[in-house]
């Protein structure tokens, strides 16, 4: 359940927060934490490829165990933490020869459980095995996309793919979107669906809290000059005057597919999303 607060001001009469009363309270591991540069919306080059970005609170960014290669070495769940970086929770692992590290959190896992990582493991919240051997139906997490390469997909609080056929080497999953995606069986993915999934249910409340996270105000289209957007100009408030939205470059926006058509991967989407 959502945190409520005590309408002490306008801005949080409405906010609603994260409840962290089932956090373990402990300080996150100084070996598997440290500082990072954050692009603030900028690529290799400097130029800005997302805008609105910058500012926010420093965060210490916490290592993510996405491989999860060590394979047939039962791990117990010390604790689960809070990760800033993130929306999911993440959880405190420690192996039997003394390595600690952190893993997304499913949903349900508990300190004092164990966890296991092999070709075939029990169907329980957190344990990882090969795609081909999870059966049909099956809730799943953090799916590589080569093997061996580390979870890429379905790692964002309350996710959760649905693995729906198996089709000689290839497992066709359900994903989040409605979109429906080969995989090679040999690929690996983790049991159940993630932690956190009232995170879509948080209220940001005032403009200052996006601000925390790293957010800058965005202007809207329509209160801009002509000369600065395509959808500006006018006495008051007016329409866009144009049979689609337009980005500030005047290139179509709102449901324009984006994809590139001659991507490789293409073949491995049976059905694309739903809009």
């Given at each position: 359940?959502?945190?409520?607060?005590?309408?002490?001001?306008p801005?949080?009469?409405?906010?609603?927060?994260?409840?962290?009363?089932?956090?373990?309270?402990?300080?996150?591991?100084?070996?598997?934490?440290?500082?990072?540069?954050?692009s603030?919306?900028r690529?290799?080059?400097?130029?800005?490829?997302?805008?609105?970005?910058g500012?926010?609170?420093?965060?210490?960014?916490?290592?993510?165990?996405?491989?999860?290669?060590k394979?047939?070495?039962?791990?117990?769940?010390?604790?689960?933490?809070?990760?800033?970086?993130?929306?999911?929770?993440?959880?405190?692992?420690?192996?039997?020869?003394?390595?600690?590290?952190y893993?997304?959190?499913?949903?349900?896992?508990?300190?004092?459980?164990?966890?296991?990582?092999?070709?075939?493991?029990?169907?329980?919240?957190?344990?990882?095995?090969?795609?081909?051997?999870?059966?049909?139906?099956?809730?799943?997490?953090?799916?590589?996309?080569?093997?061996?390469?580390?979870?890429?997909?379905?790692?964002?609080?309350?996710?959760?793919?649905?693995?729906?056929?198996?089709?000689?080497?290839l497992?066709?999953?359900?994903?989040?979107?409605?979109?429906?995606?080969?995989?090679?069986?040999?690929?690996?993915?983790?049991?159940?669906?993630?932690?956190?999934a009232?995170?879509?249910?948080?209220?940001i409340?005032?403009?200052?809290r996006?601000?925390?996270?790293?957010?800058?105000?965005?202007?809207?289209?329509?209160?801009?000059?002509?000369?600065?957007?395509?959808?500006?100009g006018?006495?008051?408030?007016?329409?866009?005057?144009?049979?689609?939205?337009?980005?500030?470059?005047?290139?179509?926006?709102?449901?324009?597919?984006?994809?590139?058509?001659?991507?490789?991967?293409?073949?491995?989407?049976?059905?694309r999303?739903?809009?």
């Open positions: 359940m959502p945190k409520y607060y005590k309408p002490t001001t801005s949080r009469r409405n906010m609603l927060g994260y409840d962290f009363s089932n956090l373990t309270g402990v300080k996150p591991l100084k070996k598997l934490t440290g500082g990072f540069q954050r603030v919306g690529n290799n080059q400097g130029r800005v490829t997302t805008r609105h970005r500012g926010g609170v420093k965060r210490l960014y916490r290592t993510i165990d996405f491989k999860q290669n394979l047939d070495m039962p791990a117990k769940v010390f604790a689960i933490e809070y990760d800033p970086n993130r929306t999911v929770r993440i959880a405190r692992l420690h192996y039997p020869d003394g390595e600690k590290k893993i997304l959190a499913p949903e349900g896992l508990k300190v004092g459980m164990t966890i296991i990582v092999s070709e075939k493991a029990a169907l329980e919240p957190g344990n990882r095995m090969r795609l081909k051997n999870i059966p049909q139906g099956t809730m799943i997490h953090n799916i590589e996309m080569h093997p061996g390469k580390g979870g890429q997909m379905i790692r964002s609080a309350g996710a959760g793919a649905t693995v729906l056929a198996h089709e000689g080497k497992v066709q999953v359900v994903l989040p979107s409605s979109e429906i995606r080969q995989f090679n069986g040999e690929v690996m993915a983790s049991i159940g669906q993630l932690s956190n009232e995170h879509d249910t948080i209220k409340g005032k403009a200052g996006n601000r925390y996270l790293g957010w800058r105000p965005a202007v809207r289209g329509t209160a801009m000059n002509p000369v600065d957007h395509p959808h500006g006018g006495e008051g408030r007016q329409p866009i005057g144009m049979p689609h939205p337009k980005t500030p470059w005047g290139k179509n926006a709102y449901g324009v597919r984006t994809r590139d058509p001659k991507k490789k991967s293409w073949k491995f989407i049976v059905r999303r739903k809009k």
